[in-house]
Structure formats: structure tokens, C-alpha cells
């Protein structure tokens, strides 16, 4: 073999073993940035599931407060026990009584 094709095949494979070091390297950089795509969906769906379940118990709150003070009213202006009281809220709440709503 002569000098010219030593070196040639010699920078051939130094060629080869950047390409492979190149590939490997994209390889790690792809993985790494499929790992941080999964934890930034993980995030915003935690984040998601907070602000629902928020909106959920600030609802609830909200509704307890309209449910308390209609039972109030109940209790002081038509004399009902808050027993009685309660349960015609649930009634109206549950649209068991016609033409009576809450408006939350």
C-alpha cells in the first residue's frame, strides 16, 4: 500500500469516526429534547388539572354561599325551620319544584 492511500484511508476513517461521534451526539440531543417535551406536557397537564380542580371547588364554594344565603332568606322571611329551609333549597335546586330556579 502506499503513502497516499495509507493517509487516504487513514483520514477516511477519522472521516467515519466524526461522522459516527456526530450521529451519536444528535442521538443524545434528540433524546434530551424528547425528555424535556414529556416534562413540559407532564407540567401543563398538571397544571391544567389544578386549575380545574380550582374551578371546581371555587364553584362548589359559590354555590354553598347562593345555597346559605337562600336558605337565610327562607328562615327569616318565611319563618321556616332551618331544617325546612334547607330541604326546600335542595328541592328547588334539584328542579323539584316547577317554575322556581336558583340563578348561581
Not at 380542580?53 to 332568606?73: N, V
Amino acid at each position: 500500500m502506499s503513502e497516499l492511500q495509507t493517509v487516504a484511508t487513514t483520514a477516511l476513517e477519522q472521516f467515519n469516526e466524526f461522522l459516527a461521534s456526530l450521529a451519536e451526539k444528535r442521538a443524545a440531543t434528540a433524546e434530551r429534547e424528547r425528555i424535556q417535551q414529556l416534562e413540559a406536557a407532564k407540567i401543563r397537564t398538571e397544571r391544567e388539572e389544578r386549575a380545574t380542580e380550582d374551578k371546581r371547588k371555587a364553584k362548589q364554594a359559590h354555590r354553598a354561599k347562593i345555597h346559605g344565603e337562600a336558605k337565610g332568606a327562607l328562615v327569616e322571611r318565611a319563618y321556616l325551620s332551618d331544617e325546612d329551609a334547607a330541604r326546600l333549597v335542595q328541592y328547588i335546586r334539584d328542579g323539584k319544584i316547577p317554575h322556581v330556579s336558583i340563578t348561581y
